[in-house]
């Protein structure tokens, strides 16, 4: 009996998402809009303890941006930081979280940023029911920092977001992006259940942190946060994982495989069933461009 176009499908599909398990994925950078660079990067460096990595101004385009953290870009997950000319006001919406540093003395950490003149909205401290240690920081366009005691191989350790229905989200990004899930936890006493995504266990890399809070299924996203970059050794291939992922539990693809014009950098881009976006980055590529 000859195979139906379906059943012949199958064998296909599943290749597709057999090699996105097994494409050397990882978290490039978080992009984002900010008021000021300067008094930005001046916050990022001294409060913080990021390096500036790199600028580049695009005045045809009438922006700047500038790329900072703890490490080199083609080994570090990184902030990219957007000033479009003469833009003073953004809003930051509901559903973005906050971003991730992991160190290994908060309280210290804590200090230095008030001392530097940075804000701390939350003192140093354990979470609430467990042992954990950590604060909060907010910079001067109101992000949130987590400060996370523990030590690790990638200081930005995580990217936090809202989502409306995680079971869907977690089988989204497993599937779209070749993502494990690296923890999930119910927590009760603050009204949300946590999971946490990425390519390699918390300690050693950056996770995408989706918070599901009991009862909300739709946030404000702004203007400000912009998106997730990803980098993977085929973007085409990639692509074909994130179209049966769309398909099956929502998003869109928004750009089609292919080469940026100017830079030749292979990119797709797509949004996810929550609407926050995702752009896949050839590895090559990339690494062509730090040169």
Known sequence: MMATGSEAAKPAEAAVLEWNKQDNKRMLHAVYRVRD??????????CFGMKLLRKRDVPDEKYTNAFLGFGPEDTHFVLELTYNY????????????????????VY???????????????????????????????????????????????????VMLRVADLERSI??????????????????????????????????????????????????????????????????????????????????????????PGINTKITSFVDPDGWKVVLVDHADFLKELQ
């Open 86 to 105: 003469g833009v003073d006001k953004y809003d930051i919406g509901e559903g973005f979280g906050h971003f991730g540093i992991a160190n290994d003395d």
């Open 108 to 158: 210290k950490l804590a200090e230095d940023i008030k001392s530097k003149g940075g804000k701390i909205t939350r003192e140093p401290g354990p979470v609430k029911g467990g042992s954990t240690v950590i604060a909060f920081a907010q910079d001067p366009d109101g992000y949130r920092f987590a400060l996370i005691q523990r030590a690790t191989r990638e200081p930005l350790c995580q």
């Open 171 to 260: 089988k989204f990004y497993e599937k779209a992006l070749g993502m494990k899930l690296l923890f999930k936890k119910d927590v009760p006493e603050y009204t949300h259940t946590i999971a946490k995504l990425g390519y390699d266990d918390e300690d050693k890399t950056t996770a995408l942190e989706l918070i599901y809070n009991y009862g909300v299924t739709a946030y404000s996203k702004g203007n400000a946060y912009a998106q997730v970059a990803i980098g993977t050794n085929d973007v085409y291939k990639s692509a074909q994982a994130v179209d049966l992922a769309t398909k099956e539990l929502g998003g869109k693809i928004l750009r089609q495989p292919g080469t940026l």
């Open 37 to 46: 660079l300067d008094r930005t990067i001046k916050c990022y460096t001294e």
